[in-house]
């Protein structure tokens, strides 16, 4: 596997220094290399330096869990076969701010989470439905009855089956 | 205001294109504003097919949802069915028999070819030559046939299954297969009399307009686009899955990243495809074809992601799973959602009629953009 070359560990080390939490994840179990967990106010900068390495946005969407919707991030690389997650918690007030700005093809995803689950992406250019008309504005239907929202530990992958927590990164 | 753009708010005026219109091949608006022929704004306008496919994906078992990935792109269904029985499987640990997934292999490239030809002759028919679709649905036909003999449908297959395929595959299977390769194969060199060196065609679609890589960084584009503007970039090779590491093939690139290039790109995809399915056919296994799989299998919790390499570029499916069997969140990633979000910036300042030239090449299947 290409996970511990060079550039791999700066990009870690790089991801950590924003600061947020890197774990490499099992390619094979779970489809992706590098599981990052930020805070809303993260967002921009880890969008911004994925930007410079030549990332590109494979899509922005939402799970909701308690007490926050989450947002969720991949991007993955044209050059090397890695595939990143980041995780950002909204804020209190439900929003979060946009990376439009950094990747424009954001700008899309960003306008359907917005119908999907009623996130506001502040600074975002042109915050109008796209998938739902506008007269659905608040259906917000991938949003979860308060019954079934589950939280975060509930939809996690227990630490102790996947080998890589015990790994020296 | 500045008198430039109040110059441009007294000439200009809107224009809608679609949701019914022959050239989009679907129910897709763009409202354009408009100078004369020439655009100054295009706006998509998407949802005219949404069904709420990720809501239909977290309210019912995991395998109740197979059917619906076909009906995601109908142009190659069987890609749609590959990545999510490829996320089920990457989930649970089940692995399929090696001759379920070289059977895989084999139907989705017969898929992708039907696919880039249906592709081949609705562009040339939006770029006004009725002849090219007479050719390329004859060729079309043929692997509807062959496809509809083993999954049972001519258009919405539902074939693979969690662990394998759903039922194997026959000597007739093979020998019909082996004789489109040939046919197809023969009918390349029409494809190039008949459109290729076709002067109109060329002068249509070379140097009008250009995809850049960094245009196609930025909106995520991915598939034969990318690939026209000259970066190699195919999930198949790329972050391999399934059996495709075991195949000797190429990923053709183009080198401006005009329509012509992108077009080439796909048309030199078809041959690759069939050098695939030939090398499957001649090395395809004996065995099961299905391993037994629970019906009421648990997804353990946790989320995965699987990426598989559709006819328009790169699908992926999230699933975010909270131990039971029915997924907590499925998020679906369509190729053509991000490659039509370029639009704008693509097509600002062009002539309406090319327009339709662009659109024509970014190879859009609505139903999977609204989903």
Redesign the interface.
């Known amino acids: 596997m290409i996970l511990k070359s060079d550039s791999m560990n700066k990009l870690i080390n790089d991801l950590r220094n924003l600061p947020a939490t890197v774990n490499e994840v099992d390619y094979?179990?779970?489809?992706?290399h590098l599981e990052v967990e930020l805070t809303s106010g993260q967002v921009h900068e880890f969008a911004s330096l994925l930007r410079d390495l030549?990332f590109?946005?494979?899509?922005v969407?939402a799970?909701?869990t308690a007490p926050a919707i989450q947002i969720?991030y991949?991007f993955?690389g044209?050059c090397r076969?890695c595939?990143i997650?980041g995780r950002a918690p909204v804020a209190a007030d439900g929003s979060i701010p946009t990376i439009s700005d950094i990747?424009?093809?954001a700008?899309?995803h960003e306008r359907e989470t917005k119908d999907?689950f009623g996130v506001i992406f502040t600074g975002h250019p042109y915050m109008q439905?796209?998938?739902?008309?506008e007269e659905g504005a608040d259906l917000k239907?991938?949003l979860k009855r308060d019954d079934a929202v589950?939280t975060m530990d509930?939809?996690?992958?227990?630490a102790a089956p996947d080998r890589e927590q015990g790994k020296d990164l | 205001m500045t008198p430039d753009s109040k110059d441009r708010e007294k000439r200009s005026f809107y224009l809608n294109m679609g949701p019914q219109h022959p050239s989009t091949h679907g129910v897709l608006r763009v409202l354009l504003e408009m100078d004369g022929e020439y655009i100054l704004e295009p706006e998509p306008v998407?949802?005219y097919g949404?069904r709420?496919q990720?809501?239909m994906g977290?309210s019912r078992t995991w395998n109740g949802f197979l059917p619906n990935t076909a009906r995601l792109d109908y142009a190659c269904a069987l890609i749609y069915n590959h990545g999510y029985v490829g996320?089920i499987e990457?989930?649970t640990?089940i692995e399929a028999p090696l001759r379920a997934e070289y059977i895989r292999v084999i139907t989705s490239e017969l898929n992708r070819i039907a696919s880039h030809l249906l592709w081949l002759g609705a562009f040339l028919l939006d770029l006004g030559a009725f002849t090219p679709i007479l050719y390329t649905f004859d060729d079309r036909e043929q692997i509807l046939d062959i496809l509809e003999d083993v999954t049972g449908s001519r258009l919405t297959h539902c074939y693979f299954r969690v662990g394998g395929v759903s039922r194997d595959v026959d000597g007739k299977f093979v020998e019909a297969t082996r004789a489109f390769i040939k046919r197809l194969r023969s009918r390349f060199s029409i494809y190039d009399d008949l459109i290729t060196n076709n002067i109109i065609f060329i002068k249509r679609v070379r140097d009008i307009t250009r995809f850049t890589p960094d245009m196609?960084?930025?909106?995520?584009?991915?598939g034969p686009i990318l690939r026209g503007t000259g970066?190699s970039?195919d999930i198949r090779r790329?972050?391999p899955y399934s059996v495709y590491p075991e195949f000797d093939f190429e990923i053709p690139v183009g080198a401006t990243g005009d329509c012509m290039d992108v077009y080439m790109v796909r048309l030199r995809e078809m041959e690759q495809s069939l050098r695939i399915i030939e090398q499957a056919l001649d090395r395809l296994p004996d065995g099961p074809f299905l391993t037994k799989v629970p019906r009421r299998l648990k997804l353990?919790?946790?989320?995965?992601?699987?990426?598989v390499e559709a006819a328009r570029g790169?699908l992926?499916y999230?699933l975010?799973?909270?131990?039971s069997d029915i997924p907590?969140?499925l998020?679906i990633?369509v190729p053509s959602?991000?490659n039509l979000?370029?639009l704008p910036?693509h097509c600002r300042n062009m002539l309406l009629s090319d327009l339709v030239m662009a659109l024509g090449s970014l190879d859009l299947c609505i139903p999977e953009i609204?989903?």
Do not use: C
């Not at chain 2, 196609?216 to 991915?222: E, I, K, L, P, Q």
């Open positions: 094979r179990k779970r489809g992706y030549g590109y946005l494979v899509f969407s799970v909701h969720i991949q993955a044209y076969p595939r997650v990747f424009d093809g700008n899309w999907m439905p796209l998938l739902l008309p239907p991938l589950k509930k939809i996690r992958r227990p | 998407l949802g949404h709420i990720e809501k977290e996320l990457r989930i640990g196609a960084r930025r909106f995520g584009a991915t970066i970039y790329n972050e353990p919790q946790g989320d995965a992601s699987f990426s790169e992926a999230y975010v799973s909270d131990g907590y969140r998020k990633r959602f991000s979000s370029l910036e609204d989903r």
